[in-house]
């Protein structure tokens, strides 16, 4: 019988956390690694027993006991496992970014880690007030101990190498994907009707994505949208899904509509079901992406899929992503953004161009073809490829 690799993946961040990015993210890569457990030993490792999520049950489940103390307890958790764990993998797998000094204690012969990209650094100075993914000491770790570092995209990797100095041949680049059984063009009348009898939206509305946080770029978002009324009386409502978060942008962000006088114009949705996000894509006119960095931008994807021209920043992962199927403007300049806005908006042939070229663009991106390249990565780690 031949060799069964033996690799752990950390999934505590997919545990009960519905339809954040990362959960989802972890949850479809398990759900893609049950097709290679004819080659793959996995182990799913986290911090609590989930017993209504069948995931555990399909493969060998691993639960880190916790030690109860008044400050440090998952990392002396962690050290405590790691030094008594008897069992010793091929491959640790850390599925998202958010690791403890202590990481390259695993028990294991290779480690790799999702960092997704280099962080809100690459995108530039007026970035620095957001929170890195992980603090300077914990680079170092990464760059000394991390044997595979995974980026959602060419840019992502590209910032792992030069902002973060990873070695280039530990950086791995694996796309993210789009659930296709979720994301596919619903009837726009129906999904209007759906919206404004359960959301209280009015149609013809624009879309935008991106919870309040300065990266997302919600703020200049807000400064495009009143020059489109001012300049052109567009009757639009604006809709932005993601919902409030960081305190202070999210202050920021209201106090410029409401300085705009555009409180009944602008609604900010935080849409905790992930199967309604087809219905918002499908009615609105477009979706506007206006973020200034991402790592890879799932929306713009999600929207391509239902059949919604997107308008998105120039730059980023979204460049690469969005190839030739968006129209994209300079993510600093409101008047910019606003001009590609209006131009897509007024033009229905570019609108149907967005259209046909988003749904090729945006086959590639499965959740299959990113657990499949995953499972690959594991093999190669543990010298079987």
């Not at 530039?124 to 957001?130: I, P, Y």
Request: glycine share 6%; hydrophobic share 40%; with cysteine.
């Amino acid at each position: 019988m031949a060799y069964k690799p033996t690799v752990a993946v950390v999934t505590s961040e997919m545990d009960r956390r519905g339809a954040k990015g990362t959960a989802i993210a972890i949850r479809k890569l398990v759900e893609g690694l049950l097709l290679w457990r004819d080659r793959l030993d996995i182990t799913l490792v986290h911090r609590c027993a989930i017993p209504e999520d069948p995931l555990y049950q399909a493969f060998t489940e691993c639960i880190i006991p916790q030690v109860s103390t008044p400050r440090f307890s998952r990392i002396i958790s962690d050290v405590r496992f790691f030094l008594t764990e008897k069992k010793r993998f091929d491959v640790w797998h850390y599925a998202h970014p958010k690791v403890y000094p202590t990481f390259f204690l695993a028990p294991a012969k290779r480690i790799a880690i999702t960092l997704c990209d280099g962080g809100a650094i690459t995108a530039g100075k007026d970035l620095t007030m957001v929170r890195d993914k992980l603090n300077a000491f914990e680079w170092w770790l990464v760059k000394r101990f991390c044997d595979a570092s995974i980026a959602v995209s060419h840019f992502g990797a590209r910032g792992l190498i030069e902002t973060r100095g990873l070695r280039a041949d530990r950086v791995h680049t694996v796309y993210n994907g789009v659930d296709g059984d979720l994301f596919f063009p619903r009837d726009k009348k129906m999904s209007q009707a759906d919206i404004r009898q359960r959301f209280g939206i009015v149609s013809p509305f624009l879309m935008a994505s991106g919870r309040l946080d300065p990266h997302k770029n919600i703020d200049r978002l807000i400064q495009a949208y009143a020059l489109l009324v001012r300049q052109h009386a567009l009757p639009h409502p604006l809709v932005i899904a993601g919902g409030e978060h960081m305190p202070e942008y999210t202050k920021q962000v209201r106090d410029r509509i409401k300085h705009e006088g555009l409180e009944h114009r602008v609604h900010i949705l935080r849409i905790p079901d992930d199967a309604d996000m087809p219905l918002f894509y499908s009615a609105a006119e477009m979706l506007i992406f206006p973020s200034l960095y991402e790592g890879f931008g799932l929306p713009l994807v999600e929207a391509m899929r239902c059949g919604t021209p997107v308008v998105a920043s120039q730059g980023s992962s979204l460049s690469e992503v969005g190839g030739d199927a968006c129209v994209y403007f300079d993510p600093r300049d409101p008047q910019d953004m606003a001009s590609a806005i209006y131009r897509l908006l007024q033009d229905d042939a570019l609108q149907q161009t967005c259209v046909r070229r988003g749904y090729i663009q945006s086959q590639p991106f499965t959740w299959k073809a990113h657990a499949d390249a995953m499972a690959q990565l594991y093999l190669t780690l543990a010298g079987q490829t």
